[in-house]
């Protein structure tokens, strides 16, 4: 071969090889503790990097082991019974995260999230914590203000001199919610604007659409 023609292929090749080291993604791994404000270990927080969802969660000692894509910086751990927490990950040390609970709501890069969206944060041992149905709204459901058995829903004006929103349980509206069991929910989910529009002048301040496990709920409106 031609002196001149190698030389050439071998500056092609290390060209070559430059360009894609520079273009390869880079990545290091992160670990990690989440705990309460007790410095209890926290165990089904979901994980997320630069405000995305990595739907990776805590194992039972509160332990997560994630890869980070380069050169994303702020972790957060979210928990719908405990609350949130945000820290700046400044080297590949593990990161502890203190969860508090939210005193201006949950954000939105939290509740737009698919494994928030799929009710993943919403498991039924979680509901054994909550005393009442209330208590359980106040916690789960995002854009509502909760004080004692009063619900108001951030958004709408207030109709027919009621604030209080509409209860649907199990495709029946009701008057109210009291009886329901946090362990008996299967699922709840907030509709307002046009996504309440369904329900007419009834849906006005919010609906509160509640799924419940087992048997159909009998308690309807008349």
């Known amino acids: 071969m031609n002196i001149r023609i190698f ?11 430059g360009v ?3 273009n390869k993604e880079k990545y290091s791994n992160i670990t990690g503790t989440v705990t309460d404000m007790n ?5 089904g927080a979901l994980i997320f990097i630069d405000s995305a969802d990595t739907r990776i969660f805590t194992d039972a000692s509160g332990k997560f082991r994630i890869k980070r894509k380069l050169p994303a910086i702020i972790i957060s751990a979210y928990s719908a019974e405990h609350g949130y927490c945000t820290k700046e990950i400044k080297n590949d040390s593990p990161v502890n995260l203190t969860l508090e609970k939210l005193a201006g709501g949950i954000p939105y890069y939290i509740t737009s999230s698919k494994s928030y ?8 041992k979680k509901m054994n ?6 208590q359980m709204i106040r916690n789960e459901v995002p854009g509502v203000v909760v004080s004692g058995k009063s619900i108001v829903v951030q958004g709408p004006n207030s109709f027919f001199g009621s604030s209080q929103p509409l209860f649907v349980v199990n495709g029946v509206r009701v008057y109210n919610i009291d009886y329901i069991n946090p362990v008996e929910v299967k699922s709840i989910k907030l509709l307002k604007g046009s996504g309440a529009n369904i329900y007419g002048n009834d849906g006005a301040n919010g609906v509160i659409v509640i799924s419940l496990q087992g048997a159909a709920d009998k308690k309807q409106l008349k």
């Open 20 to 22: 894609y080291g520079q």
């Open 39 to 43: 410095n209890n270990p926290v165990e």
């Open 117 to 124: 969206r799929k009710g993943r944060l919403s498991e039924t």
């Open 129 to 134: 914590t909550y005393t009442d149905i209330y």
């Open 7 to 17: 030389l050439i292929l071998i500056i092609a090749i290390r060209t070559i090889s």
